[in-house]
């Protein structure tokens, strides 16, 4: 996990797509959220709207006149999208309106002053996470990493299906990495952030 320095900042974010993870009363949408630091550093994060919310609470407790709270005039803080109840029929529509707001707010929120864009609770928000490097998709198993990647494109054949099952060219998992890494010995390689790699066979274990 890249170490944090003091004296970075996030410069620039994209809230790219957003997918649904949980199951039955549990099941929500998260955010993808692309993160850029002063220092050139790529991140890819997963933010649900509830984290949002609870970045713009803080900061508004902890930056009240830049927040308009005591004059208005002194705004400066965006308006976060307001939480909507919808029907089951109209989810994805309200997401993806959801996702462009998300978007309109991380792209004002970055460029407040030092203090706000650093302060802890945005710290904690843009952060790197275990769940970050490991997202958990709703056909994913429990037990699955993929620990330099945030998502999957296409279908792997599996060990179970067997070579009298494959009819074509195999198509490959394909995953972006979210670092760069430098390898530590022969058997890795060196990869470069936000660049998209084919994955033959993969580790379970993670390591």
């Not at 609870?54 to 005591?70: Q, R, S, T, W, Y």
């Not at 993806?96 to 707001?101: D, F, P, T, V």
């Not at 179970?160 to 009819?167: L, R, W």
């Not at 430098?182 to 033959?200: G, H, M, P, S, T």
């Amino acid at each position: 996990m890249p170490e944090r320095s003091t004296s970075r900042q996030v410069v620039a974010t994209n809230v790219v797509d957003f997918e649904k993870r949980g199951s039955g009363l549990g099941r929500h949408y998260v955010y993808t959220v692309h993160v850029v630091w002063s220092d050139d550093s790529k991140l890819v994060l997963y933010r649900t709207y509830a984290e949002f919310f609870n970045l713009h609470v803080d900061v508004v407790k902890m930056f009240p006149i830049e927040a308009g709270l005591i004059d208005k005039k002194d705004k400066v803080l965006p308006e976060l999208p307001r939480k909507m109840y919808i029907g089951r029929a109209n989810v994805r529509k309200v997401a993806e309106k959801r996702r462009e707001a998300l978007d309109k707010y991380l792209e004002a929120f970055v460029k407040l002053e030092k203090k706000i864009v650093t302060c802890p609770s945005a710290n904690k928000f843009f952060e790197l996470r275990p769940t970050d490097l490991n997202p958990q998709r709703e056909d994913q198993t429990s037990g699955r990493k993929s620990p330099f990647a945030f998502f999957k494109k296409g279908k792997c054949c599996t060990a179970e299906d067997g070579p009298g099952q494959i009819s074509g060219p195999v198509q490959l998992e394909q995953y972006r990495a979210i670092s760069s890494y430098k390898k530590n010995n022969k058997d890795q390689i060196d990869l470069v952030a936000d660049r998209e790699y084919e994955v033959v066979t993969k580790d379970t274990s993670g390591m």
